[in-house]
Nanobody, 127 residues
Framework: VQLQAFGGGLVQAGGSLRLSCAASGRTYTNYVVGWFRQAPGAEREFVAAIRWSSGSSYYVDSVKGRFTISRDNAENTVSLQMNSLKPEDTAIYYC?????????????????????WGHGTQVTVSS
């Protein structure tokens, strides 16, 4: 499986960006695609995830109501619409895929839960 993330950039606080993650290669029955981010000097943290088969999604509390994750079956992509961006959202954003994702979302929020990773895309929010 290959993942490619794109769509990052520089935006002012309060602005919006849309990230996309294109997946190619082998498919799985019950996989989850997640977005993580890593700020300088910080650990990689979970942002949002979507279960491909059902479209159900899960978010970290800090982005609820501002970020929306979605999938496009035809394009085989997962997008992260980020609105009302804050300077603390500044980070490198990564998409990742968990091949055999458990039903419980709590089992899909750690970096080690994921099998494949794309290269990151930088998001910078200026104040």
């Amino acid at each position: 499986v290959q993942l490619q993330a794109f769509g990052g950039g520089l935006v002012q606080a309060g602005g919006s960006l849309r990230l996309s993650c294109a997946a190619s290669g082998r498919t799985y029955t019950n996989y989850v695609v997640g977005w993580f981010r890593q700020a300088p000097g910080a650990e990689r943290e979970f942002v949002a995830a979507i279960r491909w088969s059902s479209g159900s999604s899960y978010y970290v509390d800090s982005v609820k109501g501002r970020f929306t994750i979605s999938r496009d079956n035809a394009e085989n992509t997962v997008s992260l619409q980020m609105n009302s961006l804050k300077p603390e959202d500044t980070a490198i954003y990564y998409c990742a895929l968990n091949r055999f994702a458990p039903i419980e979302w709590v089992a899909n929020v750690r970096p080690e839960d994921y099998d494949f990773w794309g290269h990151g895309t930088q998001v910078t929010v200026s104040s």
